[in-house]
């Protein structure tokens, strides 16, 4: 029988490459989602995010953001056994070819100053996904930290209709409720949460309500569980946290609409024996065994996989 294949939506993996004695290559303690770490974990599509502290000033920020994007390019995009997908057609190619589909998305719209020049250049460089913010507000809308918890700015919405224009696919994960309404509001098409657990199940600021659930599925969108422990449960978190979660979405009609987004090297909390890449093979039996084949399949691949063939240019 033929491997278990695994798509996962969101690594921190290039902001900590950042540091020039870590690299993709190398497996080891500095990296979850080394390039062997993947391997292990049969990981046949990967989410790539550019994340930069929102502690970091104006301009470094977009010069933190380009330097990951040129780690990427120098330590990944050249692996002979990884493809960067930014089309359809790359798909197809990494699909012929075996090779692991590497895919860079925005955490974060701050680097990009209000200016959707900036945002059309990242996506000539590749970038094929954004969330609007992470947990601070910026100049396109206030993530789930921000106290005054408002919706998106001009520019923020100027943004979103950018990124539908380009079919970039717009990522609610760390947006403040009023902006994930607002985009609800001005958007008709497919919206997708990359790590980002269910709300009723673990009340965190980080997680979904039902509602936002059920329009993700309404859409033919997507959402990724993620493996941060403190948006799964208190106290210690274990792989039953995560089918905690996982049932919820499933009763809610989410069977061809959920997958994993795992936050690996960028969780502060690991979920125990989920800590990296290579954990996938252990978390794949687990599925299986709980919802059979087929479901787990759909669940650790097929989701993702239908959701970029719907996302992604031709
Ligand atoms: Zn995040």
Redesign the pocket.
């Known amino acids: 029988m033929q491997p278990w294949l695994v798509a996962d939506a ?1 690594v ?1 993996v290039l902001m900590k490459l950042l540091d020039p004695n870590i690299r993709f290559l190398e497996d080891g303690p500095a990296l979850d989602a080394s390039l062997p770490s993947l391997a292990a974990g049969h990981v046949a599509t990967q989410v790539f ?1 550019l ?1 930069v502290s929102p502690q970091a000033d104006a301009g470094s920020q977009l010069h933190d953001v380009l330097c990951e994007i040129d780690a990427f390019y120098d330590q990944v995009a050249t692996v002979p056994t990884v493809r960067h997908v930014k089309s359809r057609t790359d798909l197809r190619a990494a699909r012929t070819q075996g090779q692991l589909a590497a895919i860079l998305s925005l ?1 974060g719209g701050g680097c990009l100053r209000g200016s959707v020049e900036i945002l059309r250049m990242l996506h000539e460089l590749g970038v094929r996904g954004m969330g609007l913010t ?1 947990n601070d507000a910026n100049e396109l809308a206030d993530g789930c930290g921000e106290l005054r918890g408002a919706g998106l700015t001009r520019a923020g919405r100027a943004v979103v209709r950018e990124l539908q224009r380009l079919s970039m696919w717009i990522d609610l ?2 947006l403040h409720d009023a902006g994930v309404r607002d985009i609800l509001r001005f958007t008709d098409g497919p919206v997708m949460a990359s ?1 980002a657990n269910s709300r009723a199940i673990h009340d965190h600021r980080r997680n979904l309500t039902d509602d936002v659930i059920r329009e993700i599925i309404r859409r033919d969108g997507w959402m990724g569980l993620t493996f941060e422990a403190s948006f799964l449960s208190d106290g210690p978190t274990t792989a039953e946290d995560v089918f905690r979660h996982l049932d919820h979405v499933l009763n809610l009609g989410g069977a061809k609409h959920i997958g994993f987004g795992s ?1 690996f090297d ?1 969780t502060s909390h690991a979920v125990q024996g989920l800590a990296r890449s290579s954990d996938y093979a252990n978390f794949a039996e687990q599925l299986t065994e709980r919802y059979g084949h087929e479901l787990a399949k759909q669940l650790l691949f097929d989701n993702f996989e239908a959701f970029l063939v719907r996302q992604l240019p031709a």
């Open positions: 969101h921190d995010a994340f955490e992470w994960a760390h790590h936050d960028g």
